[in-house]
């Protein structure tokens, strides 16, 4: 029993570890996860610089740069239903296509495994049919709601973009607050997005309400705001009011 109890409680903890965004996350050698592809492929010509990748363009091409192919999907994770996306080289989605031929995607609930340690470039990722769905489980899964991938990489961009600092108005004081304007802007648009959201919010810029932002970080914070509207569906936020006095 003791036994079964540490099984238990670390299949829980990696559980966990993934929760929290909308990646998929298999940051260890031997990490697995059970999911049920969803949707269509969602590819992107990128290149690796400065630790992450960026979408190839014209000005990397003249650079000399050469192009990846990265795909990225909506899966469903089995044991909660709660859909990440993962994004995968051209290698594991040609084998995903062989399985697709196979099985077919929409039937099957597949386990994908790591193998490589955090940071290891050659790491590799399997993927095995894990177990076939019921006409149930398939209808169930098929009706999750899925991430507009182009919104979210949109959105990622746009957050990225905006975490760099940039140059603030000679007039804005260090301790001075955020325009009040401005303020109720923001609280607006973040009041029709998930509770995930604004939480997200309010601890990137680690403040309990919109109007505790310093005026220095309003546009830095008018923009996050715009990248996490782009990647949330409108929904009705808790009923803990953030905004309040």
């Known amino acids: ?9 670390a299949a829980m903890a990696k559980q ?11 940051a260890n050698d031997g990490d697995t ?3 049920v592809f969803l949707g269509e492929p969602y590819p992107r010509e990128v290149v690796f610089l400065d630790n992450k990748f960026v979408p190839f363009d014209e ?13 990225a999907l909506n899966v469903a994770v089995h044991g909660t239903r709660e859909v990440k996306v993962m994004e995968q080289a051209v290698t594991f989605f040609n ?6 031929a196979k099985y077919g995607l929409e039937k099957w609930a597949f386990e994908v495994k790591r193998r490589g340690a955090a940071k ?7 993927i095995l049919p894990d177990r076939q769905l019921t006409q149930e489980e398939m209808a169930a899964f098929q009706a999750l709601q899925q991430h507009d991938l182009p919104k979210l990489y949109a959105a990622e961009a746009a957050a990225a973009a905006s975490s760099t600092p940039t140059g603030t108005s000679s007039n804005a004081k260090a301790g ?5 304007k401005l303020a109720q802007a923001m ?4 009041k029709g997005l998930p509770r995930e959201a604004v939480d997200r919010f309010l601890q990137k810029f680690g403040v309990q309400r919109i109007r505790d932002i310093p005026a220095s970080k309003g546009e830095l914070a008018r923009a996050y705001v715009d990248s996490l509207v782009a990647e949330y569906s409108p929904e009705s936020v808790a009923d803990v009011d953030p905004f309040g006095p």
């Open 1 to 9: 029993m003791a036994n079964n109890m540490w099984e238990q409680t």
């Open 16 to 26: 966990h570890e993934q929760q929290g965004g909308a990646w998929l996350k298999l």
């Open 33 to 35: 996860a059970v999911v």
């Open 59 to 71: 000005t990397l091409k003249a650079q000399g740069h050469k192009p990846s192919l990265r795909v």
């Open 95 to 100: 084998t995903l296509m062989e399985l697709r």
């Open 120 to 126: 290891d470039t050659k790491t590799t990722y399997s």
């Open 176 to 180: 001075e607050p955020v325009d009040v």
């Open 187 to 190: 609280a607006t648009a973040l």
